[in-house]
């Protein structure tokens, strides 16, 4: 049996690998998509397929889980040095089409000692539409091409059949396998450094420890489930639409039951499967739960397999959160974070001290092709865009990030200006987003794009007719909001779906705030006198949902801001009395 020394030697180094995996990618791959945003997630598994360690912000876990498993039923012969390729939601459970999934068994003395895997977002993988997914698809095969788990590599040698499919399928080939070989080749780093510690500490002594981390994770998890009262408690979400039918909501439900050291997530009061791309693939909605419930518990534990043992997920076939091939599947990370939502207010029934407001979610991607430019870099501009936490119980949301479970990072303007022919106007914080609270949601952004050549837009987005909920008499947050200046015009837009720009015309885009904890009138009058002089809330906001009196410089009268609140006070009394 490993000795707990030799356990933390390998939790260390694997951390570390997959750290050195994170910066390899970072720093080799070709798109805006992966240097800028980091859109991507890497994973090292037992030979059984489970993750046993997991790296800061890498959370796409059971996507690995499925993937691997898939491996392992479909191939018989898994050889050392072997790279297997798969994007397709339903048969490796990789959340949507742009995502490739990578990976390579490795062996040590003849024997099968795990994986080294990674998962990175394609700026275009094919399909219908320039970015392949967008609100406008009906069918997953019109969100690029589907490969399913296939072998790409064997004895180092390459199948060049593979890149000629692909090839024939995609708009931006040099992008795409630019960004593919860095993949592939940080998947074998990962590989490598596995294969070295399995010498250092030995085979059997490796996957002894696999073991013990996964025993650990057991139970620490039912050692905090176990302190958490039994009981059950109900929650629901609504989505704005399925993107088709525009008109009608998309109801997201969920159950959670904790009896002992266990918990059950019940997710089959969900909506059907929807004729738009709002489904998620039931791997993505367990990556979810496993998110809130680290979260919820202890962010430092991190996330392993193990966890499996104490969790029970009850899905429904057909549904939104587990639908059935060809449903579409392209906006599933918006339902992932708005799931996640639910999956923390749920919980928080149970550990009060950890609740906190909904968030922004997904503020929505961005596909703009640029025409009169050479196909490559410089035709396809991809974002991804961040939105807003929501408030907690010890402090107000985190303002214009990406949440949850995704690693994102907002491409910087002046990348955005040196590579594609546009100007970003303005990029900024939107005054009054954050949902009021004792602590107030985080604000979101603002941001403006001159077109200076003539382009089309693909955006995915959401929030744009249900805001992030406040939570303890907290307020909502703001939506999404889109709107072109064209011809000396302004329209409103879509929140998600085509646009089309000339040049000089200006695209503007808002994402939707976080959601306030607690009352308003609690927030301390200082503390809104500053948000004010930051130019986070407005004069009027700071009156309207604080109760706080001041001036554009934050300065608060005091004698008028406590004769305002006792009168927001005291009319609630008489509306509850009414």
Known sequence: MAGALEVELARSRLTATIGEMTHLLYRSAYSTLMRESRDCSFMLMDPNGQVVVNGPGHFHNASYYYFTHALLDRYG????????????????????????????PVFSDGVLIGFSCTLAHKADFGGAVVGSASMESTHLYQEGLLLPPLLAERGGQYNPVVDQIIAANVRNTDLFFGDMRAQIGTTRLGADRLRRLARQTGTQTLLEVYAELLDQQDRLLRSHLAQWPDGRHAVEGFMDSDGIDTATPVRLALEVTVEGDTVTFDCTGTDDQTRGPVNMPRSYADTGIFYALVAMTDPRMGFNDGMRRAVRIKHRRGSVLDPVSPAPVGAATSVHHRFIDLCME?????????????????????????????????????????????????????????????????????????????????????????????????????????????????????????PAAGVRGGQPGSTTRVSLDSGGQTRQLPVAGRYELEPGDVLRVEGPGGGGFGDPLGRPAGQVGRDVALGHVSTAAARRDYGVVCGPGGEVDAEATEVLRQQARAERTDDAAS
Do not use: K
């Open 346 to 466: 749920a919980l928080s029934h149970f550990v009060p001290d950890h609740a906190a407001a909904h968030s922004g979610g997904s503020s929505g991607t961005l596909a703009i092709s640029w025409q009169g430019q050479q196909s490559g870099a410089r035709s396809l501009q991809y974002e991804v865009l961040g939105s807003a936490m929501g408030g907690m119980r010890h402090g107000d949301g985190a303002s214009g990030v990406s949440v949850y479970c995704t690693n994102l990072a907002i491409t910087p303007i002046e990348i955005i200006e040196s590579q594609f022919p546009v100007r970003i106007r303005r990029f900024e914080l939107v005054q009054d987003s954050a949902g009021a609270g004792t602590c107030r949601g985080g604000l979101s952004y603002r941001r403006e794009y001159e077109a200076l050549r003539p382009a089309g837009v693909i955006r995915r987005a959401e929030r744009g007719r249900f």
């Open 77 to 104: 012969d898994l050889r050392d040095g072997d790279v297997y390729l798969t994007n397709h939601p339903y048969d490796a459970g990789i959340p949507h089409t742009p995502d490739l999934a990578v990976a390579m």
